[in-house]
């Protein structure tokens, strides 16, 4: 099948998702919240570390650099991944939050007590993969990922806003991946050059950065 004609079947896939992502029914979600039971411990291991990679959307980006007061490229930068093209530019999807060393960059740990005070600098406006961790949905179905929070007592109210929440992270997600697809242009593939750009694709279209 050619390039476009997988687009085209990815496409519908998710309109397909997207349909059923409508009938997700948050007190089924919630109640497989509370089963599992989840109280952060503040340990900032979902803030830290070389697998450290949060996928923000430009909406999102947005309300960070109004938040912060930052330009652009100093919240976010593409991620490494990607395929260069024939005049040797760097082809990579969607935007991650900047990293300073292993931390993000809007992650502090203030010194108080044994174990210090985590802090996120963007709380109120961080993305929505910050704040439905450890939690995800894959094709409607709850997954976490490893969280030393698991298991943890959870109150009905937090658990239902957690259930509402990933519900909105599913259906933006399919939402901002059939708008990519749909800007998507492809490319020739050819290999890197000393002064190639990065152009980053997201669900706006394509953006080209100085690499
Ligand atoms: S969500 Fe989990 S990994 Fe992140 S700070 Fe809370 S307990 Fe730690
Ligand atoms: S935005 Fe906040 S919650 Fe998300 S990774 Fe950065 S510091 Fe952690």
Sequence with gaps: ??????????????????????????DVLLRQ?????????????CCTGDDNSVVVFPFEVRRILAAAGLQWLEAVEPPKEGEWDRNG??????????????????????????????VCRIYESRPLICSTYPFYLDRGVLHFSECRGLGGMIEPDKAKELAKLLILRYVTEIREA??????????????????????VHDSEGAHSIFR
Aim: charge should be negative; aromatic fraction near 8%; hydrophobic fraction near 30%.
């Design 1 to 26: 099948m050619s390039r476009d004609g997988q687009r085209a079947e990815q496409i519908k896939q998710l309109c397909a998702d997207l349909e059923a992502a409508k009938e997700l029914s948050a």
């Design 33 to 45: 919240i509370q089963e599992i039971g989840f109280q952060c411990q503040r340990c900032g291991e």
């Design 89 to 118: 530019c760097f082809h990579t999807l969607e935007w991650r939050l900047k990293k300073e060393g292993a931390s993000c960059k809007f992650y502090s740990k203030t010194a108080c007590g044994m174990n210090g005070f985590v």
């Design 178 to 199: 059939v708008a990519l697809l749909e800007k998507y242009e492809d490319f020739e593939r050819g290999g890197p050059e000393e002064d190639g750009r990065c152009i």
